[in-house]
């Protein structure tokens, strides 16, 4: 059984980084066919498709956030990160790892999620 | 920019039947966009019930369905239960790369 757990700093300062790691257990995250995602969920509110990594290192990103966002990958360590720069208020939110399947263009397995919060 | 549409929010009675609904602010929604539904209570993460427009995950009860109806994906449930009441959210795969998440519908059982 594949499980995904993020940590990361829980509180950020306004125009600094955000930066989280997703942590992969019970499986290789460089065998099969699976892409590595993040989402986030402001509270109260909807769920955000940040973007996405293959094991390769391709990426895609969603173009709201395109310009301060960076994905990348450890296939040594099993686990995937986020950078999220120039943060403001409005990216406070429950921060989910995700791996997504190739061949279905879902999300099968999430991590527990990881509250980050903006502020000085 | 792509948005996707589903009602904020629903109410069925206890053993009644429910649709959501799941469209695009421009065009229609096919099994292309893979439509996958998820369902989520407070505090938890989200729950695959559907995924590639009607295919159930595992562990899911039948009383849980997709499918197209018109231009937008559905999520029906039947014999709605008093622990179906949660959020739902559907995603659409927009290609190369890129999902999109409804707003989500809040379905109340009462």
């Known amino acids: 059984q594949v499980q995904l757990q993020e940590s990361g700093p829980g509180l950020v300062k306004p125009s600094q980084t955000l930066s989280l790691t997703c942590a992969v257990s019970?499986?290789?995250?460089?065998?099969?066919?699976?892409?590595w995602s993040w989402i986030r969920q402001p509270a109260g509110k909807g769920l955000e498709w940040i973007g996405r990594i293959y094991t390769s290192g391709t990426t895609s990103y969603n173009p709201s956030l395109k310009s301060r966002v960076t994905i990348s990958v450890d296939t040594s360590k099993n686990q995937f990160s986020l950078k999220l720069s120039s943060v403001t208020a409005a990216d406070t939110a429950v921060y989910y790892c995700?791996?997504?399947?190739?061949?279905?263009?879902?999300?099968?397995?999430w991590g527990q999620g990881t509250l980050v919060t903006v502020s000085s | 920019q792509t948005v996707v549409t589903q009602e904020p929010s629903f109410s069925v009675s206890p053993g009644g039947t429910v649709t959501l609904t799941c469209g695009l602010s421009?065009?229609?929604?096919?099994?292309?966009?893979?439509p996958t539904w998820y369902q989520q209570t407070p505090g938890q993460a989200p729950r695959t019930l559907i995924y590639s427009t009607n295919t159930r995950s595992s562990g899911v009860p039948d009383r849980f369905s997709g499918s197209i109806l018109g231009n937008k994906a559905a999520l029906s449930i039947t014999g709605a239960q008093a622990d179906d009441e949660s959020d739902y959210y559907c995603?659409?795969?927009?290609?190369?790369?890129?999902?999109?998440f409804g707003g989500g519908t809040k379905l109340t059982v009462l």
């Open positions: 995603v659409l795969y927009m290609g190369s790369g890129f999902w999109v």
């Open positions: 421009s065009g229609s929604v096919s099994t292309s966009h893979y």
């Open positions: 995700a791996r997504g399947s190739t061949a279905w263009y879902y999300f099968d397995y």
């Open positions: 019970g499986g290789s995250i460089g065998s099969g066919s699976y892409y």
